[in-house]
């Protein structure tokens, strides 16, 4: 008999994406009654994904499950197989015509690797505010560790993240250099992008202004960045008013009549203040959880 009369019609590629999102959206994980809403929904989107995956590699492989193997096929049939769709050249066109889509996957693979390693399920502050007026200072000295640089993929920013501990409880610590630290209407697609993801793991936006003005900006400068922040953030906002060591008492003043009075006056450089911050944290990220 023809070894190729038991092959089943072979559909085209958008039959198979199309059966293999209607399956996925049908799937409905069992999932803890408790789980916060967020969470559940990540959980959800992530079996329907496993469920495509699953659904187009079990039947591409029973495709290729299903066309004997050329070396099995008796002389006869195998000489024809070659003659009618030329074997060899097709299985080597195929592989070409593949390449591209490898050489996208280990573009995709070197790049996403780099991703910096947030967990996001941990409670996490986010440290914005103009260059220069001690954000990497204050990462600095919270964290236990020194903290890890990462690259931000796809812009020329870093992340650097930071670990530490309140009571028995680790909390991450973010700072972004070049990201949080002017208006958003003058940011590029990538850089609004990259903003946007750390919406996705900020619980918490520590603001700082420097109103010494050693930093290089003056202080209403600062403080419109300080309305931009809370515009595009719906999360608590901390501000912190750093460097009182050097500042003029009125423009402390100053800084706190637009942040709020109960601003955390800070000298991260020699410590002062951290505390009070670190309180500042866990009564915030207490609230939210209950
Ligand atoms: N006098 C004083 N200088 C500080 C303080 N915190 C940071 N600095 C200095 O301000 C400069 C900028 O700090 P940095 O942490 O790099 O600022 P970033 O650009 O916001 O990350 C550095 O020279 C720090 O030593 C502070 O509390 N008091
Ligand atoms: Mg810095």
């Known amino acids: ?34 789980l916060p809403p967020l969470l559940k929904a990540k959980r959800r989107e992530e079996a329907r994904v496993r469920k495509v995956a699953q659904f187009l590699h079990d039947r591409f492989n029973n495709i290729v499950k299903q066309f004997p193997k050329i070396n099995d096929l008796h002389p006869f049939y195998r000489d024809l197989t070659d003659v009618l769709v030329g074997v060899d050249e097709r299985i080597a066109s195929f592989v070409k015509k593949l390449n591209e889509r490898l050489i996208f996957l280990e573009e995709a693979r070197s790049k996403l690797r780099k991703l910096p390693s947030i967990d996001p399920d941990m409670p996490t502050i986010v440290v914005a505010g103009p260059p220069n007026v001690g ?49 958003l209407s003058e940011r590029n697609q990538i850089e609004l992008q990259a903003i946007m993801a750390l919406r996705h793991v900020a619980n918490i936006i520590v603001f700082m202004v420097d109103p010494s003005e050693t930093c290089g900006y003056s202080l209403d400068m600062q403080l419109s960045i300080y309305e931009d922040i809370k515009k595009s953030f719906n999360v608590p906002i901390i501000p912190t008013i750093n460097k009182v060591d050097i500042s003029l008492p009125e423009m402390i003043e100053k800084a706190k009549r637009v942040v709020g009075d109960d601003a955390i006056e800070m000298a991260a450089i020699k410590g002062v203040g951290v505390s009070d911050l670190i309180e500042k944290f866990r009564s915030f990220l207490e609230r939210e959880s209950s």
Do not use: C, W
């Open 1 to 34: 008999m023809n070894p190729f009369m038991r092959i089943k019609p072979i559909q085209d590629a958008n039959k198979f994406i199309d059966m293999a999102f209607r399956r996925a959206s049908k799937v409905e994980p069992s999932l803890p009654q408790k």
């Open 135 to 183: 954000k990497s200072t204050l990462v600095r000295v919270v964290s236990t560790a020194k903290p890890e640089i990462a690259t931000y993929p796809f812009t020329t920013k870093m992340l650097i993240l930071g670990h530490f501990k309140a009571d028995s409880k680790t909390y991450q610590i973010l700072d972004t250099p070049g990201l949080l630290d002017r208006p």
